[in-house]
């Protein structure tokens, strides 16, 4: 059975490169980049020059990259460490209902800690309005955090305008550029961004190392204190080998990163034409503004999980915005978000595309697909409307 | 958005694959509807029932439909072969526990929201009692 993987949004395969990159960094170079001796040197050198890819390819400065242990880290950061800073300059914040659960846990639980929290809406296609950010910003306002693109529906915010409107009411912009980083050029001073999160394995790099850029001026406080490692914002012994894989990585973008959307854009439009063709398909996100890479649909009448498991029966690998699915038992937040009513949103799928996938790949996921909906469409009793009554009573013996 | 190993026994997914006694049932004798699309589980169970030779009434042909996860579907097929060919007092005392059992077990999350197949077995015989006794007044 052939084997496709379209779960690129959760997490994509180390490149060969990359791992050779890293490989020397475990058992020969395995100095500590604080140590003064050739092994630690050795370390430094590593350290410093994955620290000058990141920045080169945001045109941020060196000292302003800060390694993480992950996207979610950097997120917690970014925006618990803005809060405690500034916490005597206001106490409110501001975000969206889309945001990754990295960064709308971190804004509830300050809220808990007695700051103020608004949650911005967005629309059906999961924009959200600059000109609301311009409204919602108070005189205490001390950060905003919007997402550059959504990793559920690919919608990509109107991050530019909305950092401007930052600026010039002087307030914090932080933009979790998780799903965009390596897809979307991104260059922090035309986008006047603050702060910027990122992790290494959406782009082929390993798990556990992120960044967050933070601007040179940023009043921010670290999460984890000790020996002042990463400007004194994330203490603890650098994760050499990790911060080397997420460098090769973002170094192989610079040459990838064109043709590659190309292609990809190319192989998602297909799919995206011929999945909406099956009866009660819809695509969920905006069609023009979203990432080159993302699909993400709701069947009528069909729950998700049953869903990507059929699918992952026949070889694919998706993934499925139902609450079956979750740890939470909750559907998915963006889906609710942009208007899908529960039972809608428990019929999403959700399938994003990567360097590795072909038109062949395509092709089989198209081939595969509608029949997975079909078969889970046999099972369900709703057949025209979610209120089977009216096909179910003329069942009943009178 | 959630990443999902599989979580389910061979037995679950030897359901999902092929169901069993799947579909809609005309003049079902009872059906039991269970769930809500809100929470992403629903269930109908259909039986037909009738009386063997020495007067106990059996369950002679049970059918299913759901909308939900891999165990929601699993349990509902394991139900009707469960209760498939037991009288109506037999199938009542099948419990959430004998069908998750029966299917070397469900995931603990699932246990819960996902495990109501008993639950509409027991609607569908308590809709087949009342239609009968009402069919009685009937009579009378
Ligand atoms: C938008 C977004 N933010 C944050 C994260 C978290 O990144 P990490 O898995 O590196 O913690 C992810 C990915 O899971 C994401 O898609």
Same mark, same amino acid.
């Given at each position: ?398 | ?30 059906? !039991? ?6 929470? !992403? ?13 020495? !007067? ?34 037999? %199938? ?7 069908? %998750?059992?029966?299917?070397? !077990? ?35």
């Amino acid at each position: 059975m052939r084997k496709v993987y379209m779960d690129y949004a959760a997490t994509t395969p180390v490149d060969d490169r990359v791992l050779e990159a890293m490989k020397p960094f475990f058992s020969k170079k395995y100095g500590n980049a604080s140590s003064m001796h050739s092994y630690g040197q050795d370390a430094k050198n590593a350290l410093d020059n994955s620290r000058h890819i990141l920045a080169d390819s945001i045109n941020a400065k060196n000292n302003e990259i800060v390694f993480t242990g992950s996207g979610s880290e950097a997120d917690n950061l970014a925006i618990k460490g803005v809060a405690f800073a500034n916490r005597f300059k206001g106490k409110h914040i501001i975000t969206s209902s889309i945001e990754h659960h990295a960064v709308l846990e971190p804004c509830e639980w300050l809220e808990k800690q007695g700051f103020d929290l608004t949650i911005l809406p967005v629309d059906k296609s999961g924009l959200v309005d600059p000109s609301a950010v311009e409204t919602a910003i108070r005189k205490d306002t001390i950060l905003v955090s919007i997402m550059h693109a959504n990793n559920e529906i690919g919608t990509i915010e109107p991050i530019d305008e909305i950092g401007r409107i930052c600026k010039e009411n002087d307030v914090y912009f932080h933009t979790d550029a998780v799903q965009t980083f390596g897809k979307i050029s991104i260059d922090i001073e035309k986008m006047n961004v603050d702060l910027l999160s990122t992790s290494a394995h959406k782009l082929y790099g390993p798990k556990g190392v992120g960044c967050l850029y933070v601007r040179d001026d940023v009043k921010i406080e670290p999460l984890i204190h000790g020996g002042k490692h990463e400007f004194g914002l994330r203490s603890s012994t650098e994760n050499i080998a990790g911060i080397v894989g997420f460098g090769k990585a973002v170094e192989l973008r610079k040459g990838e990163m064109p043709t590659e959307m190309r292609n990809l854009t190319k192989l998602r439009t297909i799919l995206i034409k011929e999945v909406i063709k099956i009866e009660d398909a819809h695509l969920n996100g905006h069609s023009e503004l979203r990432l080159p890479n993302n699909a993400n649909f709701w069947f009528k009448f069909i729950e998700g999980e049953s869903l990507m498991m059929d699918l992952s029966l026949n070889g694919v690998s998706a993934s499925t915005g139902s609450a079956c699915s979750s740890k939470s038992l909750k559907a998915s937040h963006v889906l609710l978000a942009i208007g899908l009513k529960p039972e809608e949103a428990h019929g999403s799928l959700r399938l994003s595309l990567g360097k590795y996938n072909t038109a062949e790949d395509v092709e089989y996921v198209l081939n595969v697909l509608p029949k997975s909906v079909e078969k889970l469409r046999k099972i369900s009793p709703f057949k025209r409307d979610w209120n089977s009554e009216n096909n179910f009573e003329k069942n009943i013996r009178t | 958005m959630r990443d999902v190993t599989c979580p389910y026994s061979k037995e679950v997914m030897n359901h999902f694959r092929n169901p069993h006694n799947l579909g809609e049932m005309n003049e079902a004798d009872g059906i !039991g509807k269970v769930g809500n699309p809100l929470c !992403g589980d629903v269930m109908r169970i259909y039986i037909k029932v009738s009386e063997s030779e020495k !007067g106990e009434e059996i369950i002679k042909d049970i059918k299913f439909q759901t909308f939900g996860c891999v165990a929601a579907i699993a349990t509902s097929s394991m139900v009707t072969e469960l209760a498939k060919g037991k009288t109506i007092d037999e %199938a009542m005392k099948i419990t959430r526990n004998n069908v %998750a059992d029966s299917l070397d !077990g469900l995931p603990p999350i699932k246990m819960h929201c996902s495990n109501l197949a008993a639950d509409a077995l027991h609607a569908a015989i308590k809709d087949y009692k009342s239609k009968k006794l009402q069919s009685e007044d009937v009579v009378i």
